[in-house]
C-alpha cells in the first residue's frame, strides 16, 4: 500500500483539507469525508499541543493521514507532531535555504538530523520504537510553506534542499508580502506562483497551493500542482450553515 509520503514524490494530483475545530469528532468527520489527506492546523486556531493525540487518533479512526501546520518552524512543536502520531508536518514561513534545513533537520533522526527519540504515541508509547525510527525516514511526510517575498526571492535554493517533499503556497500571505493583496494584485501573485512551480519543477519538487474554490483547485491542477488543500472544516461548517439558514428562509416565503 502507497504512503502518503510515496504517492507525494510520485506526483499523484492529491487533495487535503485543513481542520481547525479543536474537537476530536469534527476531525473524524473531516477525516472521514473522503480527502486523500487532512492537515490540523495549530498556526492559525487555538489547537495546542495537549490537543493533538486525539485529533490524530481521530483521523486514524477514519483511515486518513494527517499531518500537522505547525506553527512555526519550531523543533518543540515538529517533535509533538510528529511523537503523537502525525503523518508529517507543514511547516509555514520558510523563506531561506537555512530556515529548510533546518526544518528538515527536525523531522530526521540522527545521523540525518537532529530529531529526538522518544516513547511518544507514534511509537506505541515506546514499544515499537526500533521499527518508528527505523521506518520514520522513509514515511514522513515534510512539505514547506512559500508564503513571503523573501521565500520567493529565495525559492530556487529552498527547492534544491535535500528532504523536502513538497513546497506549498499560501496566496495569501504571499500576496500580501508582495502588497499584491486583492483583485488589482492578480497579475503580481499569479507570475509569482508561476515562479515556484517552474523552479519546483525544476527541483523535482512536488508543488501545491491553497485553493478557496473548486474552481481554483482545478486551475492549480492545470498549473502542475499535485500537493493542494481546498478550504477548512471551519469554512464548510459557515458555508453550510449559511445554506441552510438561506433555504430555511426561502421555505417560509421570505
Not at 32 to 60: K, Y
Not at 181 to 188: D, H, L, S, T
Request: hydrophobic residues 45%; negative net charge.
Amino acid at each position: 500500500m502507497k504512503t502518503l509520503r510515496s504517492r507525494i514524490l510520485a506526483k499523484d494530483i492529491l487533495v487535503g483539507t485543513f481542520c481547525a475545530i479543536a474537537h476530536p469528532p469534527v476531525a473524524e468527520m473531516v477525516a472521514g469525508a473522503g480527502f486523500d489527506f487532512i492537515v490540523i492546523d495549530a498556526e492559525h486556531s487555538q489547537i495546542g499541543r495537549g490537543d493533538l493525540e486525539n485529533l490524530f487518533r481521530a483521523a486514524d479512526v477514519a483511515r486518513t493521514p494527517a499531518l500537522l501546520r505547525v506553527p512555526d518552524n519550531d523543533r518543540i512543536w515538529i517533535s509533538s507532531a510528529l511523537d503523537s502520531g502525525a503523518t508529517g508536518v507543514l511547516v509555514p514561513r520558510i523563506s531561506t535555504a537555512d530556515d529548510a534545513r533546518a526544518a528538515v533537520a527536525m523531522t530526521r533522526y540522527p545521523p540525518q538530523g537532529e530529531r529526538g527519540v522518544g516513547p511518544g504515541r507514534a511509537s506505541a508509547y515506546g514499544a515499537k520504537i526500533e521499527e518508528t525510527v527505523a521506518a520514520a525516514h522513509a514515511n514522513t511526510v515534510l512539505a514547506v510553506q512559500l508564503e513571503t517575498a523573501q521565500g520567493l526571492d529565495n525559492i530556487d535554493a529552498i527547492a534544491a534542499v535535500e528532504g523536502i517533499d513538497a513546497v506549498y503556497i499560501g496566496p495569501g500571505d504571499l500576496a500580501v508580502s508582495l502588497g499584491a493583496f486583492g483583485p488589482e494584485g492578480r497579475p503580481v501573485l499569479e507570475r509569482a506562483i508561476a515562479k515556484v512551480v517552474d523552479c519546483c519543477k525544476r527541483h523535482g519538487r512536488a508543488v501545491g497551493i491553497f485553493a478557496m474554490t473548486p474552481e481554483n483547485l482545478s486551475q492549480s491542477i492545470g498549473q502542475g500542482m499535485t500537493f493542494l488543500t481546498l478550504g477548512a472544516d471551519s469554512i464548510f461548517l459557515g458555508q453550510g450553515l449559511k445554506n441552510a439558514a438561506d433555504a430555511a428562509r426561502k421555505a417560509r416565503g421570505d
